[in-house]
């Protein structure tokens, strides 16, 4: 494995403003195959498996309906070895990762997110650790499209700086379709801020610290969003952890990339895992 290390400016903006760009991470052409199989899926009869609904109208269940409704596959990573092979525990994620973590890795989330043309849908603001609620600050996180993200069709969007901040408790509203943080406190951040849009071409990768105010709008466009995401952290890290995550997987041990497919599973690291509360309503 090759010694990555940010550039000077790469490391002054995560220190600042929270985040930083790597482009072409991985090539068009794998960009172009991982697509296809994450729209392969979706076909499926039994897509919902790994699937997460948007919350508009039900569409027909024609395998073009189902590619337009769902916005997630989560956990459908570790299920493809040409993702988890290429991105999770691709040589260029892993490289960057351990400047952040170390020689032992693991990946404690990972998903695909899709935001079709027409209908894909707002995700709203938040902090990933304001839904994971497990005290984990020191995780890595990372999102690389598989074709273009811009304005148009519904980029991330990050409140620089909003990374120094506390977590914010999040919060359910009647149309939420996770938990939030208040709307009532998110002008105030952004006008004390601004707003920085995540325009990446394809392969390019966003790394934010996940604590970030982050959000992306509804896809009017032509033009779909389909995104890898996955989080990564280390043995250190989850022993400080709140909760024990079952989903979580292996990527490197001792610096040697972990090959087993399916991936090897983290034993549990807390004894008594008491469920996630649901969030609170929203009182705005």
Not at 74 to 99: D, K, M, Q
Not at 158 to 174: A, D, G, R, W
Not at 190 to 204: A, F, P, R, W
């Given at each position: 494995?090759?010694?990555?290390?940010?550039?000077?400016?790469?490391?002054a903006q995560?220190e600042?403003?929270?985040y930083?760009?790597?482009?072409n991470v991985i090539?068009e052409?794998?960009?172009?195959?991982?697509r296809?199989?994450?729209?392969?899926v979706l076909?499926?009869?039994?897509a919902?498996?790994?699937?997460?609904?948007d919350p508009?109208?039900p569409?027909?269940d024609?395998p073009?309906?189902?590619i337009?409704r769902?916005?997630k596959l989560a956990?459908f990573?570790?299920e493809?070895?040409?993702?988890?092979?290429n991105?999770?525990?691709g040589p260029t994620?892993?490289n960057?990762?351990?400047?952040f973590?170390g020689?032992?890795?693991?990946v404690?989330?990972?998903?695909c997110?899709?935001?079709?043309a027409h209908?894909?849908?707002a995700?709203?603001w938040?902090?990933d650790?304001?839904l994971?609620?497990d005290?984990d600050?020191?995780?890595f996180?990372?999102?690389i499209?598989?074709e273009?993200a811009t304005r148009?069709n519904?980029c991330?969007?990050?409140?620089?700086s909003?990374?120094k901040?506390k977590?914010v408790?999040h919060?359910?509203y009647s149309?939420?379709?996770?938990?939030?943080?208040?709307?009532?406190?998110?002008p105030?951040?952004?006008?004390k801020?601004?707003?920085?849009h995540?325009?990446?071409?394809?392969?390019d990768?966003?790394i934010?610290h996940?604590n970030m105010?982050?959000?992306s709008?509804p896809?009017?466009?032509?033009?779909?969003r389909i995104?890898?995401?996955g989080?990564l952290?280390?043995?250190e890290?989850t022993k400080k952890?709140?909760r024990?995550f079952?989903?979580?997987?292996?990527?490197?041990?001792n610096?040697?990339?972990?090959t087993q497919?399916?991936?090897?599973?983290?034993?549990?690291?807390?004894e008594t895992?008491?469920?996630?509360?649901?969030?609170?309503?929203?009182?705005?």
């Amino acid at each position: 494995m090759q010694d990555w290390q940010p550039t000077p400016a790469q490391k002054a903006q995560y220190e600042n403003q929270g985040y930083f760009i790597e482009h072409n991470v991985i090539s068009e052409d794998l960009a172009a195959q991982l697509r296809g199989v994450i729209r392969n899926v979706l076909m499926l009869p039994n897509a919902g498996e790994f699937a997460d609904y948007d919350p508009m109208d039900p569409m027909n269940d024609s395998p073009q309906g189902r590619i337009a409704r769902f916005r997630k596959l989560a956990n459908f990573c570790v299920e493809s070895p040409l993702i988890w092979h290429n991105i999770h525990t691709g040589p260029t994620v892993l490289n960057i990762a351990r400047h952040f973590l170390g020689d032992d890795i693991i990946v404690k989330f990972n998903s695909c997110f899709l935001k079709p043309a027409h209908t894909g849908a707002a995700t709203p603001w938040h902090q990933d650790n304001g839904l994971w609620r497990d005290g984990d600050t020191e995780s890595f996180n990372i999102w690389i499209p598989l074709e273009p993200a811009t304005r148009e069709n519904g980029c991330m969007q990050f409140i620089p700086s909003s990374h120094k901040t506390k977590v914010v408790e999040h919060v359910l509203y009647s149309d939420s379709i996770h938990g939030e943080i208040p709307r009532k406190v998110v002008p105030e951040m952004i006008e004390k801020h601004g707003v920085h849009h995540i325009e990446l071409d394809t392969g390019d990768a966003v790394i934010w610290h996940s604590n970030m105010w982050h959000y992306s709008p509804p896809n009017p466009s032509e033009k779909s969003r389909i995104a890898i995401a996955g989080v990564l952290t280390n043995p250190e890290i989850t022993k400080k952890n709140k909760r024990h995550f079952p989903n979580a997987k292996w990527a490197m041990k001792n610096g040697v990339v972990c090959t087993q497919f399916p991936p090897e599973p983290i034993p549990k690291w807390i004894e008594t895992n008491a469920p996630f509360q649901p969030f609170p309503p929203a009182k705005d």
